[in-house]
């Protein structure tokens, strides 16, 4: 047994005193908050520090749902593109999601087609991807079963309205915290007291500030065009005041209008080195795909280039779905020798293996005065432009922008899966194949956009309209002319009904 030394002694009597007791209480205290500050510290942490896309491992899935980045610079948080339902019916047909601007819904998931998630400093982040603008919905007769087509033009898609919605209600006092968090409640997607106090000081602030701004470049642009109607979107100029800082106050008469039809996208690689875009203005493959990209509102420093080349890659021999449409096999027969002689040099032509990419003038680009069709969308791609894309965009990586060149006139493209493109033409002006073989005096002045159902003149079933009533489009507005393209318009109407049966092929 040993004694305890003096130093010892000494310590053990100030543990018994009282003052000992305070002060190792105070330790304790401390230690307890020290820790529990780590904690707090380390969830706050936590939630701000995670980034990252969701993953599809299917292709089709990551076409449709997956991200390429445009998140980051340009979405909206994934829980206010749910509440935003329930804080403005108004704007929404009062359904709760977003089909009323044309948006594609897929069995039961959550998130419309087009629409991706990416985690951003631990803010759920939602915004487009390619599929928005270029999956569609047919169906083969009224009140048929819906059909989803990866590829085909968003012929439902109103983006026109859907960004007039995203402008009003970012003026409006109802976007603000209070109204916001209770909305959110009610879509089921609540926020939890810690992200409560996040958001009001982080979150919120930025939401509404980069909403104000993005409506106060824009508004006045959509106030000096026409409706784009669904199935269109205007493809430069808000590129311009979002992008370039240019006011839309500034933008030229000549170039402010440039609403177009949203083209196909099947069979990419047999399009490389063609002049393309509607107006043909760039012939290499890689970056009319990075182009789109920042369409969708992807920005040089937030694109994800890994994931626009999956979906490049996938869509390079992707095929059209076959046509449904069963047209008398003799007439195709007719409608083919006509074609080839009057069109196929322009266009290519439908084989029985599927689509040739051969022609004289495929992927060359037609001088507008022989053309004849409505030049504001050529007129909206400027040569200032042109400019400012090559050396703003990418400069200085190896993405930068080298191919864009200012043309004038539009391209000969390929028609291989025309039956899923109407209406037809650059500005989608045209309803129906049978009507782009008449004269266009005698083409319709109005119809729908919109429909989904397939017409068998080729296109979908538009019915003539008011002007005044939603949907209707006017070719007597500016850039919607449904001039020019006269090819095969002064055949009698026996060799119009065979060349229209063989175009039912493609
Ligand atoms: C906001 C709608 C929108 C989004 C999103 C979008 N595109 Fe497009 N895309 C268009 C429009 C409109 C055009 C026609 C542009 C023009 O010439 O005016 C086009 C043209 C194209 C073309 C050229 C078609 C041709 O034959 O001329 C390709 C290829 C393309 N897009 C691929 C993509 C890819 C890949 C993505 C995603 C990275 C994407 N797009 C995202 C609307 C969109
Ligand atoms: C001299 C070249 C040329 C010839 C010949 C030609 N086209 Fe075209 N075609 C074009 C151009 C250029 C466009 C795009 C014009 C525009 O959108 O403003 C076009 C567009 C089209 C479109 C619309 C495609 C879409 O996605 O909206 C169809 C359909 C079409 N042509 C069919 C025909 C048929 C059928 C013939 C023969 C009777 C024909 N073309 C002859 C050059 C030609």
Same mark, same amino acid.
């Given at each position: 047994m040993s004694y305890p030394t003096a130093v010892e002694a000494e310590l053990a009597r100030r543990r018994r005193s009282p003052l000992g007791r305070i002060v190792r209480l105070l330790i304790l205290l401390w230690g307890v908050v020290f820790l529990l500050a780590i904690i707090l510290l380390a969830t706050v942490a936590g939630r701000f520090m995670s980034s990252g896309p969701t993953v599809y491992a299917d292709i089709d899935d990551h076409f449709r749902f997956g991200s390429i980045g445009a998140e980051t610079a340009s979405g909206l948080p994934y829980r206010v593109w749910k509440a935003l339902p329930f804080l403005f019916p108004e704007h929404f047909d009062g359904r709760k999601d977003y089909s009323t601007f044309g948006f594609l819904y897929e069995d039961d998931r959550d998130l419309p087609i087009g629409i991706s998630e990416r985690t951003q400093q631990g803010v759920d982040l939602v915004w487009f991807n390619c599929a928005v603008c270029h999956t569609g919905r047919y169906r083969l007769e009224e009140r048929g079963d819906p059909h989803l087509a990866s590829g085909m033009p968003a012929n439902t898609l109103d983006l026109g309205?859907?960004?007039?919605?995203?402008?009003?209600?970012?003026? @409006?006092?109802?976007?603000?915290?209070? =109204? /916001?968090? &209770?909305?959110?409640?009610?879509?089921?997607? %609540?926020?939890?007291?810690?992200?409560?106090?996040?958001?009001?000081?982080?979150?919120?602030?930025?939401?509404?500030?980069?909403?104000? @701004?993005?409506?106060?470049?824009?508004? =006045? /642009?959509? &106030?000096?065009?026409?409706?784009?109607?669904? %199935?269109?979107?205007?493809?430069?100029?808000?590129?311009?005041?979002?992008?370039?800082?240019?006011?839309?106050?500034?933008?030229?008469?000549?170039?402010?209008?440039?609403?177009?039809?949203?083209?196909s996208i099947f069979l990419q690689g047999p399009r490389e080195g063609m002049q393309l875009h509607w107006d043909g203005n760039n012939d290499s493959l890689a970056e009319r795909n990075l182009s789109a990209a920042l369409g969708a509102g992807v920005t040089p420093e937030t694109v994800d280039h890994a994931s626009i080349e999956r979906v490049a890659a996938w869509l390079s021999d992707f095929e059209p779905p076959a046509s449904p449409h069963r047209p008398d096999p003799e007439a195709v027969v007719r409608g083919r020798e006509l074609y080839m002689d009057k069109c196929a040099a322009c266009h290519g032509y439908q084989g029985s293996e599927g689509y040739v990419f051969e022609g004289a003038k495929l992927g060359t680009v037609e001088l507008i005065g022989e053309i004849g069709t409505d030049p504001a969308r050529l007129d909206s791609y400027t040569k200032a432009f042109s400019d400012l894309q090559k050396e703003k965009l990418f400069a200085g990586t190896p993405h930068a922008f080298r191919r864009f060149r200012k043309t004038d006139g539009y391209a000969n493209a390929p028609l291989d899966g025309l039956w899923l493109r109407g209406p037809y033409l650059h500005n989608g002006s045209v309803p129906t194949l049978a009507d782009l073989l008449e004269a266009p005096e005698n083409r319709p002045a109005t119809f729908l956009r919109g429909g989904d159902v397939i017409d068998g003149n080729g296109g979908f079933v538009s019915p003539a309209c008011e002007p005044d009533m939603p949907n209707c489009f006017d070719t007597r507005l500016p850039g919607n002319s449904n001039s020019g393209h006269v090819y095969g318009v002064g055949l009698d109407a026996t060799a119009k009904a065979d060349l229209l049966a063989y175009l039912l092929t493609f």
């Open positions: 309205k859907f960004t007039q919605m995203v402008i009003d209600v970012s003026g @409006d006092p109802k976007l603000a915290p209070e =109204p /916001l968090m &209770a909305a959110m409640e009610e879509a089921g997607v %609540g926020l939890d007291p810690l992200d409560k106090i996040i958001w009001r000081f982080a979150v919120f602030p930025r939401l509404r500030e980069g909403l104000l @701004d993005r409506a106060a470049r824009l508004r =006045p /642009l959509l &106030a000096r065009q026409p409706d784009w109607n669904p %199935g269109r979107v205007d493809t430069f100029n808000p590129y311009k005041v979002l992008e370039f800082d240019i006011a839309a106050s500034e933008l030229d008469e000549t170039e402010v209008v440039g609403a177009s039809d949203f083209p």
